[in-house]
């Protein structure tokens, strides 16, 4: 999920002897020498004994012999070493795996457990650095000095497909794909009539709220409407008596303290109708005036002066904050002992339930030698039985693990306290490339520093609507550079 390895797909996902035995050369007998007999001069008696005449013949069959006998020998023991002896008879395969986020003792266990089963085949995992991920992924794997198979974000395709692998129907077809996992995973991961890539997880956007913050306010609703939302911050937030804000009731409004701003004001753009090709229209300004109000005056329910939004929580001086479901690790883990609850964001009242994704996914590259035993071991990844391994193991590291990519797998955690609204909101996702912390300083990046400039235009006096003007024409230039369509 979170922390810290192209199908033609991927990456997303990007796309996918017999030595002639020289027959020896006869060799030419030599014919024995015809000797005619003399009349003996001697008596018989007096005659020394027969001379014994050596047959030359003799040694070449003994040399030849040995020569076969030396070949055999070297084939037996080059099959031996080359996969005969443990691999039955299959061809030895390296196969390097770039992972995010999870530590090697994470998926070592899987790793050791493929290899028991497909002892020719051997895997090497390393967890890479997040910084610059992206572009080592596709420089590298230009030159083959990249992994065979590695984890990229679900928005990412557009701008790694040209290291991407598609994923063979031998492995998995089509039909299969669409019974296994969710549809955001199929609308992202789909290029043509090919997918790119096999997802682990899903994940998304939730709402995190303090109870303890609820219950100093008066507050016993759970909201899940944005009218409920707009009813309870006033309820929620406390200032002092000069004005001063103590407590926020949401961190929204701003960029540079709130995390995952991005992310919430995507959100906030596909509830209102609109879309990223589409921002200088009334529904892009909309769901920006509904974003700045929370900090605008005279309602100040949150301002730059407070802390990071996600330490804010932690430090229990806002009671609601909207991130990715993996951001309660990052709380539970610096205050073990706050009491939150994880619920599906708010909703436009009326509308339909939709929410953002943020997931990760595992690809082939398309410049690796051995595509298909790299799909195989993915493929093997999915499998009921090794998901929820996977969860285990994680769980034991942590509060919990990521939520199952697999739609038959969502009752195990449906009703799970951290991941139970994101199972929720699985069917509701849909994926747009304003997620930020992918670090792919590119697709997602771009866009986000334009959405950044336009927020803090509008805090500095600019109308919603002009301020998305220049954010307009950011995305369609960086769209074209990606060859994304809008259509």
């Not at 020896?24 to 009349?39: L, R």
């Not at 199972?423 to 994926?431: E, G, H, L, R, Y």
Request: net charge negative; hydrophobic share 35%.
């Amino acid at each position: 999920m979170d922390d810290n390895n192209e199908i033609p797909p991927e990456n997303q996902r990007p796309k996918f002897e017999t030595v002639p035995v020289e027959t020896p050369p006869e060799i030419e007998e030599t014919p024995e020498e015809v000797v005619t007999p003399e009349a003996p001069t001697e008596s018989p008696i007096d005659m020394p004994p027969p001379v014994y005449q050596e047959n030359k013949n003799q040694y070449f069959f003994i040399m030849g012999g040995a020569i076969v006998f030396f070949i055999i020998l070297v084939f037996v023991i080059k099959a031996i070493f080359s996969g005969g002896g443990g691999g039955g008879g299959k061809k030895q395969v390296s196969l390097t795996y770039w992972g995010l986020w999870e530590d090697k003792e994470v998926i070592q266990p899987l790793i050791d457990q493929y290899q028991q089963k497909n002892p020719n085949v051997k895997i090497s995992y390393q967890k890479m650095s997040p910084q610059s991920y992206r572009e080592k992924l596709v420089v590298r794997s230009k030159i083959n000095q990249g992994p065979d198979l590695f984890r990229f974000h679900n928005t990412w395709v557009p701008e790694i497909k040209e290291v991407l692998a598609p994923l063979p129907a031998s492995i998995m077809n089509n039909s299969e794909f669409e019974k296994t996992f969710y549809k955001v995973h199929q609308k992202d991961l789909k290029v043509g009539n090919y997918y790119y890539g096999l997802p682990l997880e899903i994940d998304g956007l939730v709402l995190i709220y303090n109870e303890s913050l609820f219950k100093k306010g008066g507050v016993s609703t759970v909201p899940s409407t944005w009218d409920e939302i707009t009813d309870i911050v006033p309820r929620l937030t406390v200032k002092d008596t000069k004005g001063i804000l103590i407590t926020s009731g949401i961190a929204m409004g701003t960029t540079r303290n709130i995390e995952h701003f991005s992310d919430v004001f995507a959100l906030l753009l596909v509830q209102n109708g609109g879309s990223l090709d589409k921002l200088d229209q009334q529904e892009a300004a909309g769901a920006l005036e509904i974003y700045r109000k929370f900090a605008e005056e005279p309602q100040g329910y949150w301002n730059e002066e407070m802390p990071n939004s996600v330490n804010a929580f932690i430090q229990e001086k806002v009671a609601m904050i909207i991130v990715p479901s993996w951001e309660a690790l990052t709380i539970k883990t610096t205050n073990p002992e706050i009491a939150m609850k994880v619920i599906s964001v708010p909703s436009v009242p009326g509308a339909s339930v939709v929410s953002i994704a943020n997931y990760w996914v595992e690809g082939v590259s398309r410049f690796s030698k051995n595509q298909i035993e790299a799909w195989k071991f993915l493929r093997y990844l999915t499998e009921k039985d090794n998901l929820t391994k996977l969860y285990e193991i994680e769980s034991r590291l942590r509060p919990f693990g990521e939520p199952y990519s697999r739609v038959d797998l969502a009752p195990l955690l449906s009703q799970n306290q951290y991941l139970g609204a994101v199972i929720k909101q699985a069917n509701d996702f849909v994926s747009v490339p304003l997620i930020s912390k992918t670090y792919d300083n590119g697709l997602n990046d771009e866009l986000i520093k334009y959405l950044e400039n336009a927020i803090n235009s509008t805090i500095q006096g600019v109308t919603y609507s002009e301020a998305l003007k220049t954010t307009k024409e950011g995305v369609t230039q960086i769209f074209t550079k990606y060859n994304i369509s809008t259509q």
